[in-house]
């Protein structure tokens, strides 16, 4: 896969990222051969940028990844990871994870949101320790809605000052929703976002936001295009998850007939909905989540294979109906 710069840094990323949160036990436990598998597969596929986090099982993504990435050269590869949300002993484990934040590992920490300039410092170095690694090329500030003034004030100026020292390759801001991305953007010194969902062949709202980054200069990264895993196979489920929930009747209802053209066109929904992101020409790259090696394995044969301009004419046009 061709690398994209990212901004206007020297941070290149492949256009399809690997997303960690189910090496995080997202949901589901996943065992370390299998974590590992799917990393490998992803190397082999092309894939050279891989996305991590704290939140993803309380740490564990994060040294799942350092472990699959170990033995890799270090200088072809791009990770990223996030801060916002320190790791501290739990006070009261419940023995579970699942609950409280959507991970089926032991709760033997909890998250603290702290956004300052020490938490984001010291979160970032229990990040490197977690990793295995001394640097990582991508920081962003991890949902931020409800800090959203001590993201921009606080810890985006932590983080941009690491920038400036060589500590860091890029910053940004992560998100489930718009609003703070595009503030972010226009008031701060970003070079990237990640927008998780609101970018898909099904749910565009993230329009005005792209456009933003590209007056900026900005990067968009583009996650979770299969929506929770509405667009994740060639027929949705009746009980297919939307934004991690059950996916709506109107929502199912278009899903499936973006799945009728899909088919008449001799393609399959989830081919769709990962080159989706990249039409736009603020996003850099596409980042999903995988368990398994057959999942890369398609997922990025499909980001090397564009639709027709019938397909993608039909796609948009059911896209905007209701």
């Known amino acids: 896969m061709r690398a994209r710069q990212l901004g206007r840094t020297r941070v290149s990323v492949s256009p399809l990222g690997f997303g960690g949160a ?18 490998d597969a992803a190397w082999g596929a092309g894939v050279r940028y891989y996305d991590t986090a704290p939140h993803y099982g309380l740490g564990l993504s994060e040294r799942r990844l350092g472990a699959a990435l ?11 990871t996030k801060v916002g949300r320190l790791l501290e002993p739990h006070p009261a484990p419940t023995g579970s994870d699942l609950a409280a934040g959507g991970f089926a590992v032991p709760d033997t920490l909890i998250r603290r949101a702290d956004y300052s300039r020490d938490g984001v410092l010291r979160s970032l170095e229990g990040s490197l320790t977690r990793l295995g690694l001394d640097r990582v090329d991508i920081v962003y500030v991890h949902d931020p809605e409800e800090h959203l003034d001590a993201a921009l004030h606080q810890a985006l100026p932590a983080l941009a000052a690491l920038r400036d020292e060589g500590v860091v390759g890029a910053v ?21 976002v990640m927008v998780a969902g609101r970018w898909t062949l099904l749910d565009r709202t993230a329009a005005p936001l792209l456009d933003a980054c590209a007056r900026r200069g900005v990067s968009a990264v583009a996650a979770a295009p299969f929506n929770s895993g509405l667009l994740s196979r060639p027929r949705p489920p009746d009980d297919a998850s939307f934004d ?15 799945a009728d053209i899909c088919d008449l066109h001799g393609i399959v929904l989830p081919h769709a909905a990962v080159r989706f ?34 397909a993608w004419s039909e796609l948009d046009t059911c896209a905007g109906e209701r």
């Open 70 to 80: 170990a033995h890799r050269p270090r200088a072809e590869f791009t990770v990223s």
């Open 244 to 258: 991690y929930g059950p996916a709506p009747e109107s929502v199912l209802r278009r899903a499936h007939r973006l």
């Open 172 to 192: 940004g801001v992560g998100a489930n929703t718009v609003a703070p991305l595009l503030r972010a953007v226009e008031e701060a010194d970003v070079d990237a």
């Open 22 to 39: 189910p090496l995080g036990n997202l949901y589901t436990p996943l065992d370390d051969d299998r974590a590992a598998a799917a990393v």
């Open 277 to 310: 992101p990249l039409r736009h020409p603020a996003v850099a790259c596409v980042v999903a989540g995988f368990r398994a090696p057959d999942e890369v394995v398609s997922a990025a044969r499909w980001t090397a294979a564009d639709l027709s301009a019938s």
